[in-house]
């Protein structure tokens, strides 16, 4: 947008989605957290303040992927795995250092809805995965407004 206002061009903005963030309650775990499992920058952004909040200490923290890596790392975490390229669940699951396995406890911060292949399948490994959604995607606007001349 920036390159094409700078070149003269009129341009017309609109947002796909809206990132809401929520007051997620405090997770139910029955024990230590083994993995903390970051799904994206903006789980990073709106769940770190979180993770403060409740006292939540996991063992090592993964993130799906270079980018969500990168915030995790801008906000003070220590990332311990994640895929070097592109990034999501495949991904993650395939990175050999990911390694959580059967009776660990695996919490996901996320945003509300989307995919759960990643819950499945740590969940069809025997692993206890809870949950902690931290944001959601809204629609940003109904119309594009558009100035006339």
């Known amino acids: 947008m920036a390159a094409l206002n700078a070149a003269g061009a009129s341009v017309l903005h609109r ?12 997770p139910v775990l029955s024990g230590p957290i083994h993995w903390l499992v970051l799904t994206s920058p903006n789980a990073v952004i709106h769940g770190s303040r979180w993770l403060d909040h ?51 406890r695996v919490l996901i911060v996320r945003g509300r809805g989307g995919r759960r292949q990643l819950q499945t399948a740590l969940s069809e490994r025997g692993i206890m995965v809870v949950e902690m959604a931290v944001y959601e995607r809204l629609a940003a606007a109904e119309k594009l407004d558009i100035p006339r001349p």
């Open 15 to 26: 947002p796909a989605l809206r990132i809401q963030p929520l007051n997620p309650p405090a």
């Open 54 to 104: 409740y006292a939540l200490t996991p063992q090592r923290i993964a993130a799906v992927g270079p980018g969500t890596a990168l915030a995790a790392e801008q906000r003070g975490l220590v990332v311990d795995v994640a895929p070097s390229v592109r990034g999501g669940a495949d991904d993650l699951l395939a990175v050999p250092d990911f390694s959580p396995t059967a009776g660990e």
